[in-house]
């Protein structure tokens, strides 16, 4: 197949590279990266999902994604492809609208990855009426409370919709959504600011300066969540949690468009205080709705875990660095695969590293406590994080590969079996096919399809947690790799048809003691269900496995049954379609462990077929020494209990099986630091 075919927003862009190709260099700036950014994205329609992201994106299209009506309301409703009618008086007016963006936003995505039609046909419907849907002064789908956010969040849509289509209607509409603000509406305002986002890319498409100025003086105002006076301030983080993800990145992206230092420090000093406190091991901020540290009883809400990702791709995409491609990696394959069932027909709105029960009663947290947040279902009471499931994994894989700071500059950023094909700027197409069942194993190997030999810049991450141990290898010889002070290698040369280039990482399995104060945020207002802070939230301290991106968890054995009880504050609300259960899932075995101090991890590679993040297929584990903590019980027999501060062990060793965070429902993650 004629790789052109896959690509046809480059195929819209083709007469114009034409005219540039006498003139194009090595040197050449691409214009699709931010004036003061190092990447750009918008390779969607490029990337072909192979091995198991393939299965997994056909896991999720085959069950939630692709049955919506499985979430009940508002997935059972047009969502933004039609009026949404509200139905019952819980929780805001906009809430519909957020949480039905959310949904659009990753099925498209996962439509223009897999060329699902029922998905595309979302896509389509979805465009056709918000673009239709405009006020007397530009503005697009303008819901009843007149909130901005839920547009915010769709615009992400709209997005990847010209980066997989090209569709001339998208720029003009976003610019005029956009100029109706100045003199007419303030976003100075909680999530109201996240209309920057769009604000920003908009202006880089169409440079209308306007667009650049208003979101500077915007956030220059301050007052909101997240200001510069927060961001730059050593004070507790204080603030809801996916408010904190989706504001981090206004200073970033700012910085990426005006090279202002000022927006560049406040960002990464406020993601230093959010890794600092709040920073669970699987790779996502505490959230339980507040940020609430990184105790061994700290949860995270799954709207964090789709939004930090996507924030950390904009800190990725702005300074180049291999870091935040690693914080996007472990989140993914660690909290995000953690918190769904593999069948992708139920989740959790609250997910966390232990996790020793979870039925309609066993939610830990201080929020919600004693209900079934934590339970694995295919509804929950409140519907934002059904709809923000959908995007973590096409998100990952969209940025899998991305547009150089030079226009002939293809990057690997993000890692797992795939293809991507590309024009270059001569003209001439070239398809690379990622072979690799990373992160499983840490060997990745490149094959490039060209018609003609072409030289051209092939850049590639070196993940952090390999300590520079990487080795290249082009057609069975060592090339050298220079990393660029960022956690990047580029190998500029001719490449020619059938040439490899095969990456080999030295990840080593690790064991790792961690201690925290465990900072807690406050309560949202409102929780009748709330308990008191106590003296042992002040006293923390556990250990972890990881090896590479993977953090890995001892797999609880457990029973499965489905629940069907009628809880009161689900508002009668049940799964919209057979086959999609809400579950009560118990341990069945002991799971009171701790490793043995000075334990060595045994990594074991498994020769298994099937879907790696399945429990009985998975490619790898660590086997550890490890013996019983005496009276480590469940909380009242039905809650998750703290990692003992201080506790005594049973005399006889057992050699314990751990297998990838990902892999599991029931898991214990962190253990008593012995």
């Not at 003086?217 to 004070?235: I, N, T, V």
């Amino acid at each position: 197949m004629d790789i052109r075919a896959r690509l046809p927003r480059i195929a819209v862009l083709m007469a114009a590279l034409t005219v540039m190709m006498g003139s194009c260099t090595k040197e050449t700036r691409n214009p699709d990266v931010a004036p003061f950014g190092t990447y750009a994205e918008g390779l969607i329609a490029s990337v072909e999902p192979e091995g198991w992201i393939k299965e997994f994106l056909d896991r999720q299209i085959n069950g939630l994604t692709g049955h919506k009506d499985a979430l009940a309301y508002p997935y059972d409703t047009d969502m933004w492809m039609g009026e949404t009618q509200r139905v019952g008086d819980w929780g805001c007016d906009w809430w519909r609208f957020e949480q039905t963006a959310y949904f659009t936003d990753g099925a498209m995505r996962a439509g223009y990855l897999t060329g699902d039609p029922s998905l595309l046909e979302i896509a389509s419907r979805s465009l056709d009426y918000t673009l239709g849907t405009v006020d007397e002064h530009g503005e697009l789908a303008v819901n009843a409370e007149h909130c901005l956010w839920p547009f915010a969040v769709f615009f992400r849509a709209m997005q990847a919709a010209y980066e997989a289509t090209g569709d001339e209607r998208i720029i003009p509409a976003l610019e005029k959504h956009y100029t109706s603000f100045p003199g007419r509406i303030d976003i100075v305002d909680d999530r109201e600011m996240m209309s920057i986002e769009g604000m920003l890319w908009t202006y880089g498409k169409t440079g209308n300066k306007s667009l650049l100025n208003f979101a500077k003086d915007s956030w220059d105002h301050g007052g909101f969540p997240l200001d510069e006076k927060d961001c730059l301030s050593d004070a507790p983080i204080d603030e809801h949690g996916v408010t904190y993800c989706e504001h981090l990145k206004l200073p970033m992206l700012l910085y990426a468009y005006t090279g202002e230092e000022k927006y560049l420090n406040a960002a990464l000093h406020a993601q230093e205080k959010l890794e600092r406190y709040h920073l669970l091991p699987d790779g996502v901020p505490s959230s339980g709705e507040d940020l609430m540290g990184n105790g061994s009883l700290a949860s995270h809400e799954t709207c964090d875990i789709s939004d930090y990702s996507w924030t950390m791709g904009h800190f990725l995409l702005t300074t180049g660095e291999a870091r935040w491609a690693d914080a996007i990696e472990r989140a993914v394959f660690n909290a995000g695969v953690g918190a769904i069932t593999k069948d992708f027909k139920a989740f959790q709105y609250f997910s966390a590293p232990n996790q020793f029960i979870s039925t309609g009663i066993s939610d830990h947290n201080r929020y919600s406590h004693g209900r079934c947040k934590m339970a694995y279902r295919a509804t929950h009471q409140t519907e934002c994080c059904a709809g923000n499931v959908q995007r973590f994994m096409p998100n990952y894989v969209s940025r899998m590969w991305l547009e150089g700071s030079s226009e002939n500059e293809l990057v690997a950023a993000l890692y797992g079996p795939c293809s991507v094909s590309r024009i270059l700027p001569s003209g001439q197409g070239v398809k690379i096919h990622e072979g690799t069942e990373y992160p499983f194993e840490d060997e990745v190997r490149f094959t490039f399809e060209l018609n003609a030999p072409e030289r051209f810049a092939f850049t590639f991450r070196i993940p952090g947690w390999c300590n520079g141990n990487v080795t290249a290898r082009i057609n069975g010889h060592k090339a050298d790799v220079k990393d660029n002070g960022k956690g990047f290698a580029t190998i500029s040369r001719k490449w020619k048809d059938g040439d490899s280039l095969v990456l080999a990482f030295g990840f080593e399995s690790r064991i790792v003691n961690f201690e925290s104060t465990d900072a807690e945020g406050r309560l949202p207002e409102g929780n009748e269900a709330s308990l008191p802070m106590t003296a042992a939230d002040s006293l923390c301290r556990y250990s972890y496995v990881t090896r590479g991106p993977l953090l890995f968890s001892y797999a609880i054995p457990s029973k499965w049954e489905e629940d069907n009880e009628d809880w009161f504050y689900m508002n009668g609300k049940k799964p919209g379609l057979p086959g999609y259960k809400c579950w009560n899932i118990t341990p069945t075995a002991p799971w009171n462990y701790a490793i043995e101090s000075g334990a060595k991890p045994e990594f074991i590679r498994k020769d298994t077929e099937g879907f790696p993040f399945d429990p009985q297929t998975a490619r790898c584990s660590i086997r550890v020494p490890a013996r019983k903590v005496k009276g480590w019980t469940l909380d009242e027999e039905r809650y998750t209990s703290r990692v003992p501060y201080t506790f005594e062990l049973e005399d006889s060793t057992e050699y314990i099986e751990l297998i990838p965070y990902g892999c599991t429902n029931l898991r214990l993650t962190l253990f008593p630091w012995n």
